[in-house]
């Protein structure tokens, strides 16, 4: 089957450095995605990935190794409002969106 | 100017009831989506729909049926509505490139359904 690992919560400090960790295990692979859902609201997009490598947005970046499964999410300088839950999506080799369960992050003064 | 939008964001509706969600996007986007958001805060990707091709994940219920009258509205009925139905369900919508690969998806703010 296909599964998508992420940790369910993590607790950082605001104006610290946090990495989400996500490992996959799909049916071929097409490029992983990241989203950040705040609590009551809709996903939004923070970052793709479809080549090894470190892809960075401002204060986000996002790391993918394909031989290895496994893609993590860089927060630096959090701040209160980053805290949301974060989630890892990869597209499968029949181009489906196949989601991880989202980590919750949350930010302490 | 709004997105992707839906109607109602609250619907509370008794068991056995027929219902539906109804959801528009302004992005001209080829692809609409929609999700079913447990408890848990997993998304399920319930349909996926391109004015050329419906793909249904297999593990939904008959009971639920996308309606698209245009390319902008994808629509989401519910019939004989359950229990378990209750969740929040999500619109999304996406572009398709030259490669024939969906950029990242745009998300309505969600329709809370509660059966009782």
């Known amino acids: 089957g296909q599964n998508i690992d992420q940790p369910t919560e993590m607790t950082a400090t605001e104006g610290a450095i946090v990495q989400i960790n996500c490992t996959y295990q799909?049916?071929?692979?097409?490029?992983l995605f990241w989203y950040q859902q705040h609590a009551g609201e809709a996903p939004t997009f923070l970052s793709y990935?479809?080549l090894d490598g470190l892809e960075e947005k401002g204060r986000f970046s996002s790391f993918l190794s394909r031989s290895k499964g496994y893609s993590y999410l860089l927060l630096k300088e959090l701040q209160m409002k980053d805290s949301a839950s974060y989630l890892c999506?990869?597209?499968?080799?029949?181009?489906?969106?196949?989601w991880g369960a989202g980590t919750k992050l949350i930010i302490k003064p | 100017d709004t997105a992707v939008s839906q109607t109602p964001k609250y619907l509370v509706t008794q068991m056995g009831n027929d219902k539906s969600i109804k959801c528009e996007q302004n992005?001209?986007?080829?692809?609409m989506y929609w999700y079913k958001q447990d408890s848990k805060k997993f998304l399920k990707i319930m349909f996926s729909?391109?004015?050329?091709?419906?793909?249904i994940n297999e593990t939904v219920p008959n009971r639920f049926s996308p309606k698209s009258p245009d390319k902008a509205h994808l629509n989401l009925h519910i019939n004989s509505l359950e229990l378990g139905d209750s969740a929040v369900y999500f619109c999304?919508?996406?572009?398709?490139?030259?490669?024939?690969?969906?950029?990242?998806?745009?998300f309505g703010p969600g329709t809370r359904l509660t059966v009782t």
């Open positions: 999304a919508s996406s572009q398709v490139g030259e490669s024939g690969l969906s950029y990242e998806q745009y």
């Open positions: 992005l001209g986007h080829d692809t």
């Open positions: 729909y391109n004015n050329k091709e419906l793909i």
């Open positions: 799909t049916s071929g692979f097409n490029g």
């Open positions: 990935n479809v």
């Open positions: 999506a990869v597209r499968d080799s029949n181009y489906q969106l196949i």
